[in-house]
């Protein structure tokens, strides 16, 4: 059946051409059907029950394949899945990157008379939001409407959180002001994100101040608030403060998450106090969490500037003798790029090596190892590794790619950071703050100053709000014009 939603092909071109062809669908799925489902010998004395509940637990524990062939074998024996198994599959193959294939589902859904209700649109909504794919989740609402599907706090908060994060203020405070009018409630993850909001455009000090309206309209802080505080504090070079708020924080009984300490660590390391960062990194680990790869780069490339590999060996050490096995294969990987030891320069002994190890490769891992390579400038490899992650049926996704158009912005080579630009504009993803951001930086590196302004224009158009970062670079390239200008 033709998706509402999809094209029939989702390609991504490299600068020298097409790198990926058609991304899976279910038809041509690694599954081989071959699984037994707890120990089941004749797979046809499954009842639809057992498979639909079998089918969740697989979801639940991200065994997207699993699950599709039991779904498969159910349909052959005539069976059909339950919406709320197709509202789990649809959820697990957006979290793992496979919107094609949760589009599939979802119209397979309809065509067996499975009215969808809003927890499977908000599945879809949240996958396609993930990719960037902005006109696409658009056609989701459009549905839900002429359906006569409610949205409901999910759905708001799913568009929030992404319009907050891409930088586009006006579509942000227009879904604010809808909850208002139809009484949805501003809890504190929506204060979280006009905090995001505040920060993103220079407002600290307001973003900051937001902390009293909230207690005042008697909605704990939590950590949602927390984080955003933190991370306010921290952009804007505020970190005794931050520490403070952190201190806060745990004397109010709330527990730091993984995103409080990456938040802490990326700032401290990004002014310099590396023995600040270094100690809450260890803090993190001797409370219970697991260290998050996500933050490995700040630290490894800090570090490696000032030449501190013994250190870096030091965490790798701690990490192991802690049992952080797979957290730490995967910074070893990470120092390797940098330049330590050379074993892992190639990005399919990478992702060979997190194999070995049973990690499955995820979009995360994916992203990380890629902007490893792209900090370095290593652009084949980056493209590789995107290469690598459609071959195990994660589409490719507006990170990924921004992060390819910072790989080329490294190397100078800003035709194909705006060929990449070019492209994520024609598969219908919508670029974001950080998209124009690096493009922007790009052209600086190329010194082609004058289209600088042209860029930030049409992140304006696109309902992008410029983010400080970008306001400055424009400036920057504003004086240098000017002076330009006054010499001829």
């Not at 699993?66 to 697990?92: D, K, Q």
């Not at 504090?233 to 527990?255: H, I, N, R, S, T």
């Not at 049409?458 to 004086?479: I, N, Q």
Request: glycine residues 8%; charged residues 20%; aromatic residues 8%.
């Amino acid at each position: 059946m033709q998706s509402i939603f999809l094209p029939k092909t989702f390609i991504v071109y490299s600068f020298g051409g097409v790198y990926s062809g058609t991304l899976l669908h279910r038809s041509s799925s690694k599954c081989d059907g071959s699984a037994r489902w707890h120990g089941c010998k004749d797979q046809e004395e499954l009842s639809g029950d057992l498979c639909n509940c079998l089918i969740r637990d697989y979801c639940k524990v991200g065994n997207v394949d699993a699950a599709m062939s039991l779904l498969s074998h159910m349909e052959a024996v005539g069976l059909h899945a339950s919406v709320a198994s197709y509202t789990y599959l649809i959820e697990a193959h957006g979290n793992v990157g496979r919107t094609l294939e949760a589009d599939i589902l979802f119209q397979e859904m309809i065509s067996f008379g499975r009215m969808p209700r809003t927890t499977v649109c908000n599945a879809l909504l949240r996958g396609f939001l993930r990719k960037g794919l902005l006109d696409l989740a658009s056609d989701v609402l459009v549905l839900m409407s002429d359906l006569d599907i409610q949205k409901n706090q999910e759905t708001y908060e799913i568009l929030l959180d992404y319009h907050a994060n891409a930088g586009r203020l006006e579509d942000t405070w227009s879904i604010i002001n809808e909850m208002k009018r139809k009484g949805f409630e501003l809890n504190s993850f929506v204060y979280s994100k006009v905090i995001v909001i505040y920060q993103n455009n220079g407002m600290w000090k307001k973003a900051v101040g937001i902390v009293d309206e909230i207690r005042k309209s008697g909605i704990s802080v939590d950590k949602h608030i927390y984080n955003s505080i933190i991370d306010t504090f921290g952009k804007y070079g505020q970190l005794p403060e931050a520490l403070e708020v952190f201190k806060k924080m745990q004397q109010d009984g709330v527990m730091p998450d993984i995103t409080t300490w990456n938040s802490l660590i990326q700032w401290n390391c990004k002014s310099g106090n590396l023995a600040t960062a270094l100690e809450l990194f260890t803090d993190m680990q001797e409370q219970g969490m697991h260290p998050d790869p996500k933050i490995f780069i700040t630290l490894i490339s800090s570090l490696g500037e000032q030449g501190k590999w013994d250190i870096i060996k030091k965490n790798l050490d701690s990490m192991k003798l802690r049992g952080h096995k797979n957290s730490g294969l995967v910074y070893e990987i990470l120092v390797d790029i940098y330049g330590q030891y050379g074993q892992f320069r190639d990005a399919e002994k990478c992702i060979s090596a997190l194999k070995s190890a049973g990690l499955l490769p995820s979009a995360s891992n994916f992203c990380i190892i890629a902007n490893a390579f792209a900090r370095q400038g290593l652009c084949e490899e980056t493209v590789k590794v995107l290469q690598l992650m459609e071959a195990e049926g994660i589409e490719p996704n507006l990170v990924m790619l921004n992060v390819l158009i910072n790989a080329f912005a490294v190397a100078g080579r800003h035709l194909e950071a705006m060929a990449i630009y070019h492209h994520i504009v024609e598969v219908g993803i919508s670029p974001d703050v950080i998209t124009y951001t690096t493009l922007m930086k790009a052209y600086i590196r190329a010194k082609k100053f004058h289209k600088v302004p042209e860029i930030y224009k049409e992140m304006e158009r696109a309902g992008c709000t410029p983010d400080r970062k970008a306001r400055e670079m424009l400036k920057s390239v504003t004086v240098v014009l000017e002076q330009r200008h006054s010499a001829i």
